[in-house]
């Protein structure tokens, strides 16, 4: 049977995988912080040795953008050295990865839809930690795996922006969103159901990089227009620019990703975001 182990598994993305785990034949064991520190290899390897794991998925992640602003160390312990230490284990014992990385290492400077060669660029202390974490997997290179990049995950689980909405609309008749920040918003079902999908198929010599979000584009501004819309909420939403609303942190301003070879490399489909956007709304 296919041995899985999902580290992180309290977040957006682990508890999703927990959630179709039913409808996949493999075995899953799922850890958190507190059982698998990924900051310390020892950790990782004591966990993993004598288990016989075939995959191991990292759903663990430092995701605070303007707190990592402050919290440099731990970012960077996280997002770049827990990854570095999974990468060793699993080229270690010979286990496949599949990480997951995010839009923000791109600097939004772009016209078009990031592809996996763009070189990155980011803008922010959280895009520079994710991305130092890739390039330390990269450059490990365990075999048959992979970093999935993705882009303004929502889910039922956790803080997110659809959540942060419909929060919000219960609780003011008017919200100012920003319009000058383009993106893809990506149910986090559909991520996790992609993962589960093509992890028996992944067949690589060291480490491939994908790009996976939902299809589609649009701004802060256009999500919260249509959040309010599906849910027939009557709430007015005005456009600001960036510099109105002022975080510490810097947003890249087009972030949105080219999922061409995902797609033709797995032959999956991929929905429009708001397609997901109203199913997800409706099952809530």
Partial sequence: ????LIIGANGQLGMEIKSLAGDYPYRFTYTDREMV??????????????????????????????????????SYMVNGL??????????????SLIHISTDYIFSGESSRPYVEDDTPNPKNIYGES????????????????????????????????????LRLGEEQKSLNIIFDQIGS???????????LDIAPKIDNRGVEIYHYSNEGICSWFDF????????????EVRPILTREYRLPA???HFSVLDKSKIRGRFNIYIPHWREELKKYLKDL
């Avoid at 049977?1 to 899985?4: K, R, T």
Wanted: glycine share 2%; proline share 3%.
């Fill in 1 to 4: 049977m296919f041995n899985i």
């Fill in 37 to 74: 520190d990924v900051t310390r290899v020892e950790s990782i390897k004591s966990f993993v040795k004598d288990r016989d794991f075939n995959l191991i998925i990292n759903c663990s992640a430092y995701t605070a953008v303007d707190r990592a602003e402050e919290e440099r160390e731990l």
């Fill in 82 to 95: 827990g990854v570095k230490n999974l990468a060793e284990v699993s080229r270690e014992f010979n286990i």
């Fill in 130 to 165: 994710k991305l130092e974490g890739e390039i330390a997997m990269r450059d490990i290179a365990p075999d048959n795996s992979i970093i999935i990049r993705t882009s303004w995950l929502y889910s039922k689980y956790g803080k997110n922006f659809v959540n942060s909405m």
């Fill in 185 to 195: 918003p990506t149910n986090c079902e559909n991520l996790a159901k992609t993962i």
């Fill in 224 to 235: 919260a227009h249509a959040i309010f819309e599906i849910k027939d909420m009557d709430i």
């Fill in 250 to 252: 810097e947003r890249p």
